[in-house]
């Protein structure tokens, strides 16, 4: 195939031989298309692959947060929780019965579903494949979770709720 | 598997022998070496005006980027409400989207003046004449659909310029008698350019659009392949065995290869130093600015519809210049019924005439419409 087209070339351009000479620079003009090609696809692919990843470094971003205040978590009745977004992911505030508090990430270690406060039980509860976890220190107690929840330091500073990685 | 195990294919490179059988496996159920064979028989004119073949092909290379920039900015851009918000974000929070949206929207003007130039070539070359008649139907179909691309794409991040330039355009069909303003609100989707016309324009654009443009380039390139290239008229008088050609492949690929080369670097260097700008959110309670005007490719009958305004007040005023515009559009389109022949004459000249009146009038009109405009874009 190669040397169909080597035949066919317009004069200027001598069929390679045995001694290989003309290979040599039919091998360097290879090297060099291929080389500036390179430069091409870097130009090109860099800057796609920045604006391809734009949201991804942008929520990094976001989850490099150590504290979140949360002004109106102080009006939490007892034995009630909520959700809020710790960085980008959800995490669960809980108001214990005994006034106590505790912070855990709101994401099941089975698949990734939201997890929710069963007052009833008093447990964490995941919906998805029925994992329970325990409400004070977020170790898993039945069903799939492979892993316990992480624990968040809760703080009450100037009557605010202060949230932060331990 | 036999061949592959012994002694010599393996001292030969076995990555050579496995790729040239995998080859014969999808070339016995694809035939693609006959297409490989059709592309080296394949020969290209040689003349004093091959220049102008390149045209199409660079016209087609803006096409892809086009597609490949639509593409990605479709990753980011929401129609609707959200509009200006999401080409704000494009252009100022996502990295590098400043860069892709400037590529797209230079490499459609980039388009549509090498579409222009194409044209005009294949006009002046005589390319409509037979058996190339459809080839010119389509490409005449082509440029005034890259038209439409043009005109729907230009609403989409529905800022202040762009919001009143086609609220201009959309009351354009509105003069027709009886069915106009019914059109009109139809294709705006109310009596007003809302978000409505927003996501109408964006069906448009990114479906529509592309659904009848792709099929019907198929068919123009297609008929390019059986016919040939146009060869022109002074070309044709010489005997046959003075004419030169050089093979489609390699030599006309690669030489098509470096001009679609430089048609990346122009474009690159027009979109990384001009970026292409985002003016503030379109706002109906505000005057229109005072430098609006259409996009460079619908100077000329912005232009026009000025002028005989100006001499026909009222609606008859656009009315004369549809009329116009629609006429000469039918002569251009039929130009192959009216200058037939393969050899000089009359009526070639005539057609030649023609074109270069119609070349004068759009230059002539479009520079004086940029001319009258006010200071605010100069």
């Known amino acids: 195939m190669s040397e169909e087209i080597i035949s066919k070339l317009p004069q200027g351009s001598t069929p390679k031989n045995e001694s290989g000479e003309p290979i040599e620079r039919r091998a360097f003009l290879k090297i060099a298309a291929s080389a500036v090609g390179a430069c091409y696809a870097a130009a090109i692919g860099y800057p796609v692959y920045r604006y391809l990843a734009s949201p991804v470094e942008t929520a990094s971003l976001a989850a490099a947060v150590n504290e979140v205040t949360l002004p109106d978590a102080i009006k939490l009745p007892l034995n009630a929780a909520m959700i809020f977004k710790f960085g980008v992911k959800p995490a669960i505030l809980i108001h214990h019965p005994d006034n106590s508090w505790t912070a855990l990430t709101a994401v099941c270690t089975h698949l990734g579903c939201t997890v929710g406060y069963e007052p009833s039980r008093q447990v964490i509860y995941c919906p998805c494949h029925g994992g329970t976890y325990n409400a004070t220190t977020g170790a898993n107690i039945s069903g799939p979770p492979p892993k316990p929840l992480t624990e968040f330091k809760v703080a009450i500073t100037n009557g605010q709720i202060v949230v932060s990685r331990t | ?378």
């Open chain 2, 1 to 378: 598997m036999d061949k592959l195990s012994s002694p010599e294919h393996k001292q030969s490179g076995g990555i050579n022998s496995l790729s040239s059988k995998i080859y014969s496996w999808v070339d016995e159920r694809l035939g693609i070496s006959g297409i490989a064979k059709l592309a080296t028989k394949k020969r290209v004119p040689e003349h004093r005006h091959s220049f102008w073949y390149y045209w199409g092909g660079i016209t087609l290379f803006f096409f892809i980027v086009m597609c490949v920039t639509g593409v990605l900015l479709l990753l980011y851009y929401r129609p609707g409400d959200e509009a200006y918000e999401s080409v704000r974000q494009i252009t100022y929070d996502i990295k590098f989207g400043w860069l892709i949206r400037s590529t797209h929207s230079w490499a459609a003007n980039l388009m549509l003046a090498s579409a222009f130039v194409h044209m005009f070539s294949a006009f002046f070359m005589k390319a409509y004449r037979s058996p190339r008649e459809f080839i010119w139907w389509s490409g005449v179909i082509l440029l005034l659909l890259t038209m439409t691309f043009g005109f729907s794409g230009y609403l989409l991040p529905m800022d202040s310029l762009s919001y009143f330039a086609t609220k201009v355009g959309l009351a354009i069909p509105g003069v027709i008698p009886v069915v106009g303003p019914w059109i009109s609100d139809l294709i705006r989707g109310g009596p007003e350019i809302s978000a409505f016309t927003v996501s109408r324009f964006f069906a448009l654009h990114v479906v529509i659009m592309p659904a009848l443009f792709i099929p019907l380039l198929m068919f123009h390139l297609g008929l390019v392949q059986k016919e040939g290239m146009s060869i022109p008229e002074s070309e044709l008088e010489k005997p046959v065995s003075e004419r030169r050609s050089i093979p489609f492949f390699p030599n006309f690929a690669m030489q098509d290869l470096a001009i679609w080369l430089i048609a990346l670097n122009v474009l690159a260097l027009f979109a990384a130093i001009f970026p292409w700008g985002l003016g503030e959110a379109a706002d109906a309670l505000k005057p229109a600015p005072m430098d609006i005007h259409p996009e460079w490719y619908f100077m000329s009958s912005f232009q026009t519809l000025k002028l005989l305004g100006a001499w026909f007040p009222g609606e008859i005023g656009e009315f004369v210049s549809l009329g116009l515009f629609g006429l000469g559009l039918l002569l251009w389109f039929f130009i192959p019924f009216f200058d037939p022949s393969t050899k000089g004459g009359k009526r070639g000249r005539l057609a030649t005439y023609f074109g270069l009146i119609v070349l004068g009038i759009l230059i002539l009109t479009t520079a004086w419409g940029y001319w009258v405009l006010p200071a605010a874009t100069h």
